[in-house]
Structure formats: structure tokens, C-alpha cells
């Protein structure tokens, strides 16, 4: 709170405004014992606290870690936010994991499909049997090649999307 002597209410001032995030000119509102109390924003009309405009502070006066925990030393705040930083980069390899192993399904897929052609295609059913090797044409997944079957009713099939387990019978 701030002690003016020259200020009244209604008089134009420029502080920060809590809902424009952003130092704006206000309207004095309220005042207890001389001091600012509410203010309203000539920007979006809200009437709020009084709160003081800060001087920015420089690069070198900020901090990297912004807030330490309860019970925590500074030292591990600044290691959890180190280790935040080594999660960011263990994401990235993962993306790049990701892409590559969906780039390897795709040319196994395309591998097996040249191999073995859509000309013996049998179209998927629940209640037909099938064994590994053989072609499937799914309504929803397109092509695939059985690469497994297991009991009791279950097989993987790789489609373009990906290995997909179907249902069948064995």
C-alpha cells in the first residue's frame, strides 16, 4: 500500500491491473487513512486491490528457479529443475523413438504386402480361423499380414497403422 499525500479518490493513477496483466492508468476508487485501497481500470472497467507498480527487474536479478517448495533447500530446487529440463530432453528422444519405430512398421508392412500381394486377401471375421503368414482385409485397418495367433482367440496382425490384436478363432 501506498502513502500519497496529493492523491484523492477519483484521481487518474497508473498501476497494474490484475486482470489486463499489463500497467494501465486506473481511477482511484477507495482510500482508508491516505492510503490507495480499490481502483478501477480505465482499460477494462474492473474495480480491484491496489497493488503498487514494480520496476522490472533485469536478466541478472532473475532467478532460473522460480519457486522452491516448502522443506526444500535451493540446491534442490535447482536440481528439480535441472531434472525438468532432462525430462524435456528424454520427451524429444522419445518423439524421435516413436518416429522411427512407426517408420520400421511401415516398411515391414510394405515389405510383406510386396511379398505377398492382396491377390489372397481373405476378408476379416471373428468366427474364421486363420495362422501366421496369412493376408487379412479389414473394413477399418486395410491390408495386414498375420504375424501371430494365440490361444485362446486372439492374433496380432501388422496393418499400415501398426500391429492391431484381432479376434479370431483358432
Known amino acids: 500500500m501506498s502513502k500519497t499525500g496529493s492523491l484523492s479518490a477519483g484521481d487518474r493513477i497508473d498501476t497494474k491491473c490484475t486482470r489486463c496483466n ?5 481511477v482511484i476508487v477507495a482510500m482508508v487513512d491516505g492510503e490507495i485501497v480499490k481502483v478501477e ?3 477494462c472497467g474492473s474495480v480491484h486491490k491496489y497493488r503498487e507498480a514494480r520496476a522490472a527487474k533485469s536478466k541478472a536479478q532473475v532467478s532460473t528457479v522460480k519457486k522452491v517448495r516448502n522443506g ?7 536440481s528439480a529443475a535441472r531434472s525438468a529440463a532432462a525430462k524435456k530432453a528424454a520427451q524429444t528422444r522419445a518423439t ?3 518416429k522411427q519405430e512407426a517408420e520400421a512398421v511401415m516398411i515391414a508392412w510394405k515389405t510383406a504386402m510386396v511379398a505377398k500381394g492382396s491377390d489372397g486377401a481373405r476378408t476379416y471375421s471373428m468366427n ?3 495362422t501366421k503368414g496369412d493376408v487379412v482385409q479389414h473394413p ?3 491390408m495386414g499380414e498375420v504375424q501371430t495367433v494365440t490361444k485362446p482367440n486372439k492374433m496380432e496382425v501388422l496393418f499400415e497403422d501398426g500391429v492391431k490384436v484381432l479376434r479370431c478363432r483358432v
Open 72 to 78: 526444500d533447500s535451493r540446491k534442490e530446487a535447482i
Open 22 to 26: 499489463d500497467i494501465t492508468g486506473h
Open 96 to 98: 524421435q523413438r516413436a
Open 41 to 43: 481500470c480505465q482499460a
Open 140 to 142: 477399418t485397418f486395410g
Open 128 to 130: 474364421d480361423t486363420f
